[in-house]
Nanobody
Framework: QVQLVESGGGLVQPGGSLRLSCAAS????????MGWYRQTPGSQRELVAV???????TYADTVKGRFTISRDNAKNTVYLQMNSLKPEDTAVYHC?????????????WGQGTQVTVSS
């Protein structure tokens, strides 16, 4: 099992910045992609950004140019730097990690951290 613990959410004014962190622990051998998803009430969870083990990144169109995902493999931690935040970025942000063990793949989720963008 892999445990994911997020931190860094909170309340910020429009135009402000926040940095989310997600630390993985447990059976971390074989960790591959890590990423962030977000969800609002009544909506499906959507991809925000993902980073592979070799550093390749993918972003949702809605956050390109404003958010930056990075990871520290030595610390098994993924970060999401969020700049120029908008009210529509308000959501619960969930950390995600993929793990490959032989031919098997596993997906893990954190409990989520609330990000609220409001004046």
């Amino acid at each position: 099992q892999v445990q994911l613990v997020e931190s860094g959410g909170g309340l910020v004014q429009p135009g402000g910045s926040l940095r989310l962190s997600c630390a993985a622990s447990g059976s971390i051998r074989g960790l591959s992609a890590m990423g962030w998803y977000r969800q609002t009430p009544g909506s499906q969870r959507e991809l925000v950004a993902v980073i592979s083990s070799d550093g390749t990144t993918t972003y949702a169109d809605t956050v390109k140019g404003r958010f930056t995902i990075s990871r520290d493999n030595a610390k098994n931690t993924v970060y999401l730097q969020m700049n120029s935040l908008k009210p529509e970025d308000t959501a619960v942000y969930h950390c995600n990690a993929e793990r490959e063990v032989g031919v098997f793949g596993y997906t893990y989720w954190g409990q989520g951290t609330q990000v609220t963008v409001s004046s």
